[in-house]
């Protein structure tokens, strides 16, 4: 009777390990700005960091202060953090003043990150302008 109720106790504990196995927890995940508040001229940098590496590709996107959502970045991650510094500065030709989140997603995680643009008066020249110039 001893060894039945044992052996009952062991089969159903063995029954809940791979439930509690953290190898089919999906990874975690979180995004970031170098800064909160960005102005005219300065570059975003965006740093990723997961729990673990399983071979998906990352998908950002950007909802503005009208909560328009749209694809930003998908990139693969091939390690536990990454970065990604902007090409170009933000300009007001395309970026307008206030609040914007990035949301990311990756193997089933999500993460987001608030940052916000202030117009402070200063003049920006445009990456397109710049391009023409070099023309």
Same mark, same amino acid.
């Not at 953090?81 to 089933?108: H, M």
């Given at each position: 009777?001893?060894?039945?109720?044992?052996?009952?106790? #062991?089969?159903?504990?063995? &029954?809940?390990?791979?439930?509690?196995? %953290?190898? @089919?927890?999906?990874?975690?995940?979180? !995004?970031?700005?170098?800064?909160?508040?960005?102005?005219?001229?300065?570059?975003?940098?965006?740093?990723?960091?997961?729990?673990?590496?399983?071979g998906d590709f990352a998908t950002t996107y950007i909802i503005d202060s009208s909560?328009?959502?749209?694809?930003? #970045?998908?990139?693969?991650? &091939?390690?536990?953090?990454?970065?990604? %510094?902007? @090409?170009?500065?933000?300009?007001?030709? !395309?970026?307008?003043?206030?609040?914007?989140?990035?949301?990311?997603?990756?193997?089933?995680?999500?993460?987001?990150?608030?940052?916000?643009?202030?117009?402070?008066?200063?003049?920006?020249?445009?990456?397109?302008?710049?391009?023409?110039?070099?023309?």
């Amino acid at each position: 009777m001893k060894i039945s109720a044992m052996f009952l106790s #062991l089969l159903i504990l063995l &029954s809940f390990m791979p439930i509690l196995n %953290p190898a @089919n927890a999906e990874p975690s995940v979180s !995004i970031e700005t170098s800064q909160t508040i960005y102005h005219y001229g300065e570059f975003l940098s965006i740093t990723i960091n997961v729990s673990e590496v399983t071979g998906d590709f990352a998908t950002t996107y950007i909802i503005d202060s009208s909560q328009k959502k749209s694809d930003f #970045l998908t990139f693969p991650i &091939s390690q536990k953090t990454s970065s990604f %510094p902007s @090409n170009f500065p933000f300009d007001s030709a !395309i970026w307008k003043p206030g609040s914007y989140i990035l949301e990311l997603e990756y193997s089933g995680a999500e993460s987001s990150t608030q940052f916000s643009i202030q117009d402070t008066g200063e003049v920006a020249i445009p990456f397109w302008i710049k391009d023409l110039a070099k023309m």
